[in-house]
Each structure stands twice: as C-alpha cells, then as structure tokens.
C-alpha cells in the first residue's frame, strides 16, 4: 500500500492503472469505513481511500481543532483490508489558496434537517468531494448511508454536474448494541456510550408505531423526540422524510426516518429506511 501526500505523487502513483474506487474519509477509522474499503475492494481495480479533516463542512463552534487525527493507525487498518493507495494531503496541499469557487447544493435538499442545523455543511461537503473526484479520478465512489441525507446530495451532484463516477451506497455499520459506528462515538464518556443506543432505539420506535397503523407523522415523531429529552438527550430533530429526496412524505411514499440529538457534549446522527 503507498501512501501520497500530494496530487503530484497520486497522480504518478495511479498512472497507467484503472480508475479505482474511492472512499472519502476524514480519519480517524472505524469498522464502518473499514466496511466501505472492503465494498470497494470488491468491486475490482485499485481501491483509493482519502484521508482529510475538511475544515470547510465544519462550523466555528464545532470540533474541527478536536478531530482526531490517527494517520498512522489509520494507514495499518487500511492496508489490513487491501486498501491499495491512502491519498492523505495536508491543508495546504488541497487548498493552496482560499477556496473561494464552491459547491451550492439546492436548497430544498440541502437546506433540511441536517443543512438547517449546520448552515453552509454540504457546501463545505461538496466543494471537497468535488476536488477529490478531481484529485482520484475515480470510476466509482462508495459513501455510508448512516450520513443518508449527505449520500443522497452528493449523489445529486454527480448526477446533475454530469461526473464520470458511479456513487454506491454502503449499508450502515452498528456495534452489537445497535449504536451506528461513528469517529464521533468516541468522544462518549463510559455513561454516555452506555445510553447511546437509545437513539437507534428511537428510530425503531417510530417504525414500530408505523407498522402498528398509526398515520399522525407529527405526532409520532414528536413523540420519539419527548422521549429522547425525557432521557437527557438534546434532540435537534426526528423527522420521517420521503427516502427519494427527503421531502414531506405522500401516502404510499417509501419512507426513511433521519434523527439527530445531543448526548453530552456529542452530537450523533443516526437514520432508519422503514
């Protein structure tokens, strides 16, 4: 496995060889992005996966400075999985000067849920994965639905901006308990980690109460959020959402139900098709 650092050695490092597959990470891993390689491994050809903390998808106040960086344990778990090339820029490297040309996703999808909590998020998103696709060039590109609203932007994008590559969904990765794997679950405390679960919990709640005839969406998702608060959760939203485009659901509509809530100092995200 080689690691690059520049466009300059990615570029030298691909030449000659089929476009590859391409996971697009920020660090720190875990089994779920292990998943995506291994997906990607699958699929043939060279396996690229980028490493790069995006300061641009992150707001002032967030946790940007505390990110974890783990190149190096990193590097070992991707080269574990057959990971063939690990394209890891610093700052300067992907941006050289101000990105000041950006990606702006539309409203109606962006601007929801998630974009309505971190303004300006899938700006910062699509700008870098842009790049990347530009950096890597890949045939295909393998994204985790447990960010299902940011999947289906970016897909968006790629189907509207007209890119040679193929966007692939990988299926969410959970611990036993049910808590959907995430670089942020680290920042749990022992208690903390112990209650993460309910979130998962939640979701399946408003499934069961679907399944179970009820139709008041509004009720059933205000529901889940009362009681996530009852358990000291800060909620930010339980929303069921049409899975096509994350609209307001018709009768009939396939469904996915999207949550996003404050445990502590964390903030976790998780989503459920229904």
Request: hydrophobic share 45%; with cysteine; charged share 25%.
């Amino acid at each position: 496995m080689r690691v690059a650092h520049t466009v300059a050695d990615l570029r030298q490092a691909l030449a000659g060889a089929e476009p590859p597959a391409f996971v697009p990470t920020m660090g720190n891993l875990h089994e779920g992005h292990l998943q995506l390689v291994r997906q990607a491994g699958e699929l043939g050809g060279p396996v690229v996966v980028s490493i790069f903390v995006n300061r641009l998808q992150f707001q002032p106040h967030e946790d940007f400075d505390r990110y974890p960086r783990t190149l190096a344990r990193d590097c070992e778990q991707l080269e574990a999985v057959g990971c063939t090339l690990v394209f890891a820029p610093d700052e300067a490297e992907l941006y050289p000067r101000p990105q000041t040309y950006k990606v702006h996703p539309p409203a109606q999808l962006a601007d929801i849920l998630e974009g309505e909590f971190r303004p300006g998020f899938f700006v910062g998103v699509c700008t870098v994965v842009l790049k990347l696709f530009q950096c890597v060039q890949p045939r295909v590109a393998i994204f985790g639905k447990k960010d299902y609203q940011q999947f289906l932007v970016l897909k968006g994008m790629v189907e509207q901006l007209a890119l040679p590559v193929e966007v692939v969904p990988g299926e969410t990765a959970r611990a036993p308990d049910g808590l959907a794997l995430s670089s942020r679950n680290g920042y749990l405390g022992e208690a903390e980690r112990a209650e993460a679960p309910q979130l998962a919990l939640a979701l399946r709640g408003v499934q069961a109460a679907l399944k179970a005839g009820e139709r008041d969406l509004a009720v059933i998702e205000a529901r889940a959020m009362a009681t996530l608060r009852q358990r000291g959760w800060v909620p930010d939203y339980v929303s069921l959402r049409r899975r096509a485009d994350l609209q307001k659901p018709a009768a009939g509509d396939p469904l996915v139900v999207l949550a996003a809530a404050k445990l502590g100092k964390t903030r976790l995200i998780d989503n459920l098709e229904i």
